[in-house]
């Protein structure tokens, strides 16, 4: 029996008519990091959930250790030292490190003819294991008071504490800033080092070179090819998973006019999170703001939205000067935002696609108060088009799209204000490399056209790539303005680490 | 078109169409079943019964879909009664019959509003959830109503106040009318206005709808008071209908509106539900118990029959969903 051993043997999956894997088979070999890539809907997150026991394969086989498996619900692969750590977090925010690790599995102690829990040894074994990990945590700390960085190490800690063979990661980097990154991948290093075999999701493909040591490829639920990292380049793993689509590069840098800002925001303050932030937004521009997890960037723009209140600081949009801005008011006079965490609070997930593109506009396109969906159709037609959103019947609730298709409502439902400034928060997170294309490509469109925005991404590539100009927040404060056709990727991530250009 | 393609058509539309199709068989069981079920008379009253929940369940419905709920609406419309009573108690003699019926419905009606914007108010400024506001209301409101009774029934109605609540127009009872103006009201300003979108995006997801602009607190402060209103509004239906303003009127109905507003499909987590879904929820409620008394089931065992039609409903539309 070889320990952390997974094979695919002709395995299909079918969903209805859909073929979500077809005839997938490949050997995935024990104690190494195997990135599975592919874009949105070709299938990864089947393979992984078949992995974890959540479906089941509707042929062919699925060996794991060298022996053959069914697995009937998570229960079982459990069992056969399967864990997985998913993309959204599954830890209760309200409880302590250690109660979410052994969470379901409290130790317990008698005392007085009743059993009551352990906490002792509760949170010493969560200590050990995480010091084992390399975590330097309170175990008794709640979760809620974490970073996001170190809530999936918890994640990760707490799948580890099965001991298992075989860890599914499915994108654990999407929320994470770049050295919260370093301090996983030294996290998932060490596992590698005591044999544990892994399978990686991840739309990174910078990460791919850094942390995995082979890739598979998949392509419409299909297998498309299997290699060393060592022998690999982006370019070939990109041919791969779209079959040679060019990668479009922003259209030639345009002059922006910089004699009269439409934003000006001066010494911003909100307590604890923004000190003393500065900027100006011109006509047309892209905006790029820069920075880690936590520096502020997020912050900065909710300030100006209205979602969050300010503590000081004055903010002047087109002319006006903002006292109190509240996001009614600011999507009155023109601005437009689109939250980084979608699912959560950008769309309404139980409405149609229809109603969350009219969201915004929802007093516009009305008259008189009074909805007309004929009068909406135009505007709904326009932004699936124009978005090119993949979206098979509009009065389905938008939950059933993909996150990219999902992503595009977001923007599309602002866009229907017809906005002056637009602030895109992470717009590209956790959605397939054609899907964010798309988007920036849209982003300069609108530019062009007279649109101002504001882009936040914790890629710092997507932000050299997409803005004009840069700012570098650090701490909640800006820190540098650099131009992206002066600047390196290099230069740029140093800036972002260490506060200082 | 294939079996598949077919039943598939099936699953959907029964689906969409359970309630009605539910609904069908309990009145083609009544009508085989229950003697006197079918007869003009028996329906008319049916409907005068379901009238008075109706009206308020109507706005329960917004309320439920902004993500909220009232408990209070049983006594306001208690007090709504009481209120038109004492001011024709007490005024009638001085300013005449016409005026004091109409400033008491106008000052009920106004008192129903407010109690919805203070429940919506209290939410807003000091996040209290609409469920303790509501219970407390409907604690002091029904003290209220008995204080301006002074706790007996106060029979003091001009002789032609009946008509609103037992009268017949056009052989049809008038609560009935008024029913019908509420529903075409409620299912429009659900369905056609940006409000009721609002109302559906607040209940769905409150964060984002206040993301995309929407004033999300204005929005349940509106349908809070909405319901309020209405509930006033069938308080003094119910109190013309029995001819006196009684502080304990109306007691547990809020269980009865919110029992027909569930059954009828909207879901108490918000952002789903339709008008047109409770009032087949309310028809439901008035024909199942008109048609235990019909056929002489003990009034216990309809309370149990009740209890289990409420808890099938909701179980009913969870697997519903789960086909899809």
Redesign the interface.
């Known amino acids: 029996m070889v320990r952390g051993a997974i094979e695919f043997r002709d395995v299909t999956k079918v969903y209805g008519p859909t073929v979500a894997i077809g005839r997938f088979s490949h050997a995935f070999e024990p104690g190494r990091i195997h990135a599975l890539m592919g874009k949105n809907g070709s299938g990864k997150s089947t393979l992984v959930k078949m992995l974890a026991g959540a479906i089941e394969p509707t042929l062919g086989e699925l060996w794991v250790n060298g022996a053959r498996v069914r697995f009937e619900g998570p229960r079982d692969a459990y069992a056969a030292g399967i864990v997985t750590v998913h993309q959204e977090l599954s830890l209760v925010r309200s409880l302590s490190i250690g109660e979410n690790i052994y969470l379901g599995r409290l130790p317990k102690k008698h005392v007085m003819g009743g059993t009551v829990v352990d906490w002792q040894r509760l949170n010493d074994d969560a200590r050990a294991l995480m010091a084992d990990m390399g975590l330097d945590l309170d175990p008794r700390a709640l979760v809620e008071t974490l970073s996001v960085g170190q809530q999936q190490a918890v994640e990760i800690v707490k799948a580890m504490s099965f001991a298992p063979s075989i860890l599914l990661l499915d994108e654990p980097t999407s929320a994470l800033a770049a050295p919260e990154v370093a301090q996983l991948f030294n996290l998932i290093r060490r596992l590698r080092a005591r044999g544990v075999t892994m399978i990686y999701i991840t739309h990174r493909m910078n990460e791919l070179f850094e942390i995995a040591d082979t890739c598979v490829v998949l392509r419409d639920g299909h297998f498309v090819g299997a290699t060393e990292m060592k022998d690999a380049t982006s370019a070939s793993i990109v041919e791969m998973m779209f079959g040679g689509v060019s990668m479009a590069k922003r259209p030639a840098r345009r002059s922006v006019d910089r004699s009269r800002p439409i934003l000006s925001v001066r010494n911003l303050q909100r307590d604890d999170v923004v000190h003393d932030v500065s900027f100006d937004l011109y006509r047309g521009e892209v905006l790029g703001f820069a920075g880690l997890l936590g520096s502020g960037r997020t912050e900065v723009l909710r300030a100006v939205f209205g979602a969050d209140p300010h503590d000081g600081g004055a903010i002047v949009f087109d002319g006006e000067t903002i006292e109190r801005p509240t996001p009614k008011s600011m999507k009155k006079r023109g601005l437009g935002y689109t939250p980084e965490n979608r699912k959560e609070v950008g769309l309404v997930q139980v409405l149609s696609s229809h109603d969350n593109l009219c969201l915004a506009s929802i007093g516009r396109i009305a008259r008189h108060g009074l909805i007309d969906r004929r009068l909406e159709q135009p505007f709904v037609d326009r932004q699936i088009r124009d978005l090119s959103i993949r979206v098979p019947d509009p009065m389905d609730p938008v939950s059933s799209l993909s996150g990219g298709n999902q992503q595009k409502i977001v923007i599309g439902n602002w866009l229907n204000t017809e906005p002056k400034v637009m602030f895109f928060d992470e717009p590209s997170r956790g959605i397939d490399v054609q899907a964010k294309q798309q988007i920036f490509e849209i982003m300069w469109q609108k530019a062009e056209r007279g649109l101002s925005s504001i882009f936040v991404s914790s890629e710092l590539e997507e932000v050299l790539e997409v803005a004009d100009r840069i700012i570098v927040l650090y701490h909640g404060r800006v820190v540098a303005e650099v131009l992206p056709e002066e600047t390196t990727l290099a230069e740029l991530y140093k800036i972002c680490m260490e506060g200082s250009p | 078109m294939s079996t598949a393609a077919m039943s598939r058509i099936g699953a959907t539309s029964l689906k969409i169409y359970a309630m009605e199709v539910i609904l069908l068989i309990l009145v083609v069981f009544l009508i085989a079943f229950a003697p006197g079920f079918a007869t003009l008379g028996n329906f008319l009253n049916v409907l005068r019964t379901v009238s008075m929940l109706g009206i308020i369940a109507f706005g329960m419905t917004a309320v439920i879909i902004s993500g909220e709920i009232d408990l209070s609406i049983g006594a306001t419309a208690g007090l709504a009664g009481c209120i038109v009573a004492f001011v024709c108690d007490g005024y009638m003699d001085m300013i005449g019959e016409v005026p004091a019926v109409l400033i008491g419905t106008i000052a009920a009606l106004a008192i129903g509003f407010c109690t919805g914007v203070f429940t919506g108010k209290i939410r807003q400024w000091f996040n209290v959830p609409t469920f303790i506001t509501t219970l407390a209301l409907f604690t002091a409101i029904r003290g209220i109503a008995n204080l301006v009774t002074g706790g007996f029934p106060m029979p003091s109605f001009p002789s032609w106040f009946y008509f609103f609540g037992a009268g017949n127009l056009f052989g049809v009872p008038f609560p009935v009318y008024v029913l019908a103006v509420v529903f075409v009201a409620m299912h429009f300003l659900m369905?056609?206005?940006?409000?009721?979108?609002?109302i559906?995006?607040v209940g769905?997801?409150a964060?984002?709808?206040?993301?995309?602009?929407?004033?999300v607190s204005l929005t349940k402060t509106l349908a809070l008071a909405i319901t309020g209103a209405l509930a006033a509004l069938s308080g003094i239906l119910l109190a013309s209908q029995v001819g006196s303003g009684i502080g304990t009127m109306a007691t547990g109905m809020e269980l009865d509106v919110i029992s027909a507003t569930i059954i009828g499909g909207t879901s108490l987590f918000g952002?789903?539900g339709r008008i047109w879904g409770t009032l087949l929820g309310v028809l439901f409620l008035g024909c199942i118990a008109n048609g235990m008394t019909l056929m002489n089931v003990s009034e216990y065992w309809q309370y149990v029959v009740r209890g289990g039609i409420i808890l099938g409903a909701v179980l009913l539309n969870q697997i519903l969903e789960r086909i899809r």
């Open positions: 369905k056609y206005t940006s409000f009721g979108r609002a559906y995006a769905g997801n964060e984002a709808a206040r993301l995309s602009g929407i004033d952002g789903k």
